[in-house]
């Protein structure tokens, strides 16, 4: 199972951005789809939660500034980030669990700077 991500980038305080992560390969049958991010020196801490009947759960520092969402059909996950704040900025990555077992993407840079 491979995950491609995308959306990062760096943007000014305030500002907006849109990170996707596709899972293909292998038998997909993914349970729960996640964010995560680690800024530099910091431990890789949990951003936002989904499963598969749409259930979410968020870190409070994000609460109401961040939306996940997936598209089973397309074993896509999205995380919508408004209001961005200069402490977002970290590498951000996906997460599925697949059968029990977890697979993690490669990190894209989010860099909220003015």
């Known amino acids: 199972v491979q995950l491609q991500a995308s959306g990062g980038g760096l943007v000014q305080p305030g500002g907006s951005l849109r990170l996707s992560c596709a899972a293909s390969?292998?038998?997909?049958?993914?349970?729960?789809m996640a964010w995560y991010r680690q800024a530099p020196g910091q431990n890789r801490d949990v951003v936002a939660t989904i499963t598969r009947d749409d259930n979410t759960n968020y870190a409070d520092s994000v609460k109401g500034r961040f939306t996940i969402s997936r598209d089973n059909a397309k074993n896509t996950v999205y995380l919508q980030m408004n209001s961005l704040k200069p402490e977002d900025t970290a590498v951000y990555y996906c997460?599925?669990?697949?059968?029990?077992?977890?697979?993690w993407g490669k990190g894209t840079q989010v860099t909220v700077s003015s």
């Open positions: 997460y599925i669990r697949n059968y029990g077992m977890g697979y």
């Open positions: 390969g292998g038998a997909l049958n993914i349970f729960v």
